[in-house]
Each structure stands twice: as C-alpha cells, then as structure tokens.
C-alpha cells in the first residue's frame, strides 16, 4: 500500500492547487524511492520518458505564435477578406473549410486545429460573413457559429483521418481486432472509413446550409450599400 503514496501525493496536490508539474514529479520521485530505486535511476526514468513524449508538447509552442498573430490583427484580417468576398455566407464558409481539412486528413497532412486555424482564422471569417449578410448579430449567434466553427474541425478531422491508411486509429483497430482473433488489414479498414468520410461530409454540408437558413430566420438582411455611387 504505501507504494501508492503517490497517487496520494497528487491527490493533495491538485485539491490544494499547488504547482501541477512540482506536484506530479514529487509523487513520482517519492513512489520510485518507496519501491527501492535510487535517485539517479528515478531520474533516468524520467528523463527517458520526457524525451520520448517530447513531441506532444510541441503544440505549446503554437500558443505564443498564434497569440503574437492575433494581437498584431489576423482575426481581423481573415474577416476583412471574408467582407471584400461576394456571395459569401457563413454556411459556405464552413462547407469548405470542412472539405480542405477532411482530404487534408485523409492525406495525413497536418493543417488545421482548433488553435491554430478555427480560433484565429475560421470563426472570425464565418462571423464576417454572418456581419456581411445580417444585422445585429448577438450574442447568441455568435455562440452559434463558434460551435459550427468548431465541429468544421471535428468532423474534418476524425472523419477524414481514417482513410490514411497508417493512420494512428487505423492502426489501433487492426491491433484490437488482432488481439481479438479477428485478423483484418490496414487497407481494409482505410477502404471501409472512405464511405463514413462522406457521408460525414455530406452531414456536414447539409447543416451548414440550414445553418444560412437558421441565421437568415434569426436576423435581420444587412443593408446593401452601392459602393460604386
């Protein structure tokens, strides 16, 4: 039992708010010196596991640049470019950022996320075109078309990442099914993602188009100026 100190550790930790990362190498130090390793050993262990997950926190360093971004007006640019656009409408807006990220799921190229591209790029332009079409939009419109913005990328990704045949999910399904005496192939499962990819798609496509409607029964038309006069 006291091997589990640890655990005890970070429970404490966490319900006192102390610092996340002290609390959790704390408990890991002190579980490995209760079950007999040394210090250096405990460090090597740690040091191991670091580098080898190193790569999952490369996205922090997404943080500060999409933050640097913002700050010097990207959000207001993407929305700037959205208004100069005609016949452009939130729905369409989403249709074909969800298009671009499901085939570039499907290739397992790395473009999109809620950080680095809905946040910054996607709803401000999908807002602007709700700006460009509609009147007093509020606040619970705005609600509205960041929860659309947002399942862009859900659906984009998780329906289009399965179709790369060494995909990660891909891979996890051949080897459950494995583990269970089932004995299929990464194309078959690939080939089998393709129609569920679709049809998700065209899921998608068929909400944003009632989104268009839903807005267009919420609000008000914008008024149309004659720029050229």
Same mark, same amino acid.
């Given at each position: 039992?006291?091997? !589990?100190?640890?655990?005890?550790?970070?429970?404490?930790?966490?319900?006192?708010? =102390? @610092?996340?990362?002290?609390?959790?190498?704390?408990?890991?130090?002190?579980?490995?010196?209760?079950?007999?390793?040394?210090?250096?050993?405990?460090?090597?262990?740690?040091?191991?596991?670091?580098?080898?997950? #190193?790569?999952?926190? /490369?996205? !922090?360093?997404? !943080?500060?640049?999409?933050?640097?971004?913002?700050?010097?007006? !990207?959000?207001?640019?993407?929305?700037?470019?959205? #208004?100069?656009?005609?016949?452009?409408?939130?729905?369409?807006? /989403?249709?074909? =950022?969800?298009?671009?990220?499901?085939?570039?799921?499907?290739?397992?190229? #790395?473009?999109?996320?809620?950080? %680095?591209?809905?946040?910054?790029?996607?709803?401000?332009?999908?807002?602007?075109?709700?700006?460009? @079409?509609? %009147?007093?939009?509020?606040?619970?419109?705005?609600?509205?078309?960041?929860? =659309?913005?947002?399942?862009?990328?859900?659906?984009?990704?998780?329906?289009? %990442?399965?179709?790369?045949?060494?995909?990660?999910?891909?891979?996890?399904?051949? #080897?459950?099914?494995?583990?269970?005496?089932?004995?299929?192939?990464?194309?078959?499962?690939?080939?089998?993602?393709?129609?569920?990819?679709?049809?998700?798609?065209?899921?998608?496509?068929?909400? =944003?188009?009632?989104?268009?409607?839903?807005?267009?029964?919420?609000?008000?038309?914008?008024?149309?100026? @004659?720029?050229?006069?």
């Amino acid at each position: 039992m006291l091997k !589990l100190i640890g655990v005890l550790i970070i429970l404490i930790g966490f319900i006192k708010k =102390y @610092n996340t990362i002290a609390v959790v190498l704390v408990a890991g130090i002190v579980t490995g010196l209760v079950g007999g390793l040394g210090i250096i050993e405990i460090l090597d262990i740690i040091g191991g596991a670091f580098v080898r997950g #190193r790569n999952m926190s /490369l996205f !922090l360093v997404t !943080l500060p640049t999409i933050g640097i971004l913002e700050r010097y007006g !990207l959000r207001e640019r993407a929305g700037e470019l959205i #208004r100069s656009m005609k016949a452009v409408t939130t729905g369409k807006v /989403l249709i074909t =950022y969800t298009i671009v990220r499901e085939i570039f799921a499907a290739l397992s190229l #790395r473009l999109g996320g809620h950080v %680095q591209f809905i946040r910054p790029l996607v709803q401000p332009m999908a807002h602007s075109a709700a700006e460009k @079409n509609f %009147q007093d939009i509020g606040e619970e419109e705005e609600d509205i078309i960041k929860g =659309y913005s947002a399942a862009a990328e859900n659906i984009g990704n998780f329906f289009g %990442q399965n179709v790369f045949v060494a995909a990660g999910g891909v891979l996890l399904v051949v #080897r459950t099914l494995g583990e269970l005496g089932i004995e299929v192939m990464e194309f078959d499962v690939s080939r089998a993602a393709i129609p569920i990819a679709v049809l998700a798609l065209v899921y998608a496509i068929i909400q =944003y188009y009632l989104l268009d409607k839903r807005l267009a029964n919420r609000l008000k038309p914008a008024v149309k100026t @004659n720029e050229g006069k």
